[in-house]
C-alpha cells in the first residue's frame, strides 16, 4: 500500500507563493506516477500536475507557469511549488499516486487512475 503524507498548506496573499510536500511511501516497483489535485469550494476535483518515475511532467493550463511539481528522490518526496497565487488558487490540495504495477502504465490527471490518496491540506489565497 502507498502511503502519502502531505505538508506545506497555508494562507497567502495574492501574488506570494507556497510550497507543499507529499512524503511518499510504499511504492513496490521504480515505474509509478505521482500527482497534485485540488478541490476549490463548490467545483470538483481537478488534476493540477504530475510527474512520472522518469520525470516527466503534465500540467493543467491553469496553472501553467506558476506551478511546478519535483521530487527529492533522496528523501522520497515530490514537491509542488506554486507562485504568483491568486485567489481562484484557494482549494484543498491533495497528493495522489499509483504504482504501474498494478494499474495501468500511464501518468495522467485523471482522478480514477490513482489508488492512493493523502489527506489534503489547505491553501487560501487573500486578495
Known amino acids: 500500500e502507498i502511503q502519502l503524507v502531505e505538508s506545506g498548506g497555508g494562507s497567502v496573499q495574492a501574488g506570494g507563493s507556497l510550497r507543499l510536500s507529499c512524503a511518499v511511501s510504499?511504492?513496490?516497483?521504480?515505474?509509478?506516477?505521482m500527482g497534485w489535485f485540488r478541490q476549490r469550494p463548490g467545483k470538483e476535483r481537478e488534476g493540477i500536475a504530475n510527474?512520472?518515475?522518469?520525470?516527466?511532467?503534465i500540467y493543467a493550463e491553469s496553472v501553467k507557469g506558476r506551478f511546478t511539481i519535483s521530487k527529492d528522490n533522496a528523501k522520497n518526496t515530490v514537491l509542488l511549488t506554486m507562485n504568483n497565487l491568486q485567489p481562484e488558487d484557494t482549494a484543498i490540495y491533495y497528493c495522489a499516486a499509483h504504482d504501474f504495477s498494478s494499474t495501468v502504465p500511464i501518468c495522467t490527471l485523471i482522478s480514477p487512475d490513482f489508488t492512493d490518496w493523502g489527506q489534503g491540506t489547505q491553501v487560501t489565497v487573500s486578495t
Open positions: 510504499g511504492f513496490t516497483t521504480g515505474r509509478y506516477c
Open positions: 510527474i512520472d518515475h522518469d520525470d516527466h511532467t
